[in-house]
């Protein structure tokens, strides 16, 4: 069978009519800094609930600000709201401060300040979604592949070997098949047959960007390879790394916040 092809001009309209879409999600998008902007200008305004609606709203899977690349839909799928946070609180000058900022962006997810189905509520069925793609795809395979290497480091240490990092490289033969190297190169053997242009870098590392598209191709190609029980009991090891991950930073949150109060009355009883 033939495949019918396109009239001439055919191409050029669908380029057009693309670049009218991208051209209408910029002006979207400035048009959502400028009322963020507007509503944190109100003192008593809850930034954080703020910041997740405009987000809920925001059109543009990813851009270039200045000198720096955002990407906040990873593969058109996992939605890192981390990365759109950033964007947009830069946007904001010193409307949020350093201190906030910093707490967001290194805290956990959702924020403690704000509940799970609020936290739903407000990114909207869409987001949420893609929210969910990226804590499982990206979040939790990291948590995976550190348990798998954690579980490797201890039974060499029980089989009497050194705790060197040396056979690390068995967890992403265990999980995926491969090594990470070769994993590497076919990932960006993928992406060049994909999008059509040579990859990011042609070196055997990863920028931050990269690392967590990586990443999410990681995740769903162990979905493609793994049998039911296998998926099952690997997505209950990196769901107990994460939880793990969690209580050891409510435990340094809480470290940090009696530092604070101890430095606080030390400055105030003036013995320091």
Known sequence: MIEPQPEPGDTGEIALSLDADRLQAEIQADNLIDDLRARLADENVDWRRTLFEIMAEWPLAGEQVDDREFVYLIGGEAFDWRALAERLMNACGDAISLDNQERLLLGPDPPPEISDDEFSR???????RGHLNYLYGVTAERGLILAVEEAIRKR?????????????????VNLYRATQEELLKEYRRELTALEGKPPASGELTLTLIESDAFTYWLFKRRFKLSEPARLASDTRKALEQLERMRAAHRRREAALRIFRAQEAGRTVDGSA
Do not use: H, T
Not at 122 to 128: A, F, P, R
């Open 122 to 128: 407000m990114l909207g069925v869409e987001k949420q």
């Open 156 to 172: 060499r240490v029980a089989r009497g070997y050194s705790p060197s990092d040396d056979r690390i490289e068995d967890a992403y």
